[in-house]
């Protein structure tokens, strides 16, 4: 059983940042692709941030230059530094990860619970 927590959202003032954590848990040979999706009301949920097993990463325009993720290989965690906060970035944010529980196992695909990160002064 594999379980991804996040932690980190909360209210910020436009201008301020948030770090968004998410650790994944349980029974894991191997995480490959790991990324941040946000779901704004009324609307369907959206990549802002991906980072690959070696490291690659890739975010939507709106967000290059302002949110930077990264990860901790040895914690089996993803962060999304987020900076400049603007009001179009609220929504909730959600972890994604597709894990590998052993060796022959095939990959599936986990979500984190959502977090809400509001932007409003």
């Known amino acids: 059983q594999v379980q991804l927590v996040e932690s980190g959202g909360g209210l910020v003032q436009p201008g301020g940042s948030l770090r968004l954590s998410c650790a994944a848990h349980g029974s894991i040979f191997s995480i490959n692709d790991m990324g941040w999706y946000s779901q704004a009301p009324g609307n369907e949920r959206e990549l802002v941030a991906s980072i690959s097993s070696v490291g690659t990463t890739n975010y939507v325009d709106s967000v290059k230059g302002r949110f930077t993720i990264s990860r901790d290989y040895a914690k089996n965690t993803v962060y999304l530094q987020m900076n400049s906060l603007r009001p179009g970035d609220t929504a909730v944010y959600y972890c994604?990860?597709?894990?590998?529980?052993?060796?022959?196992?095939?990959?599936?695909?986990?979500w984190g619970q959502g977090t809400q990160v509001t932007v409003s002064s």
């Open positions: 994604n990860a597709r894990i590998r529980s052993t060796r022959w196992a095939r990959e599936f695909e986990y």
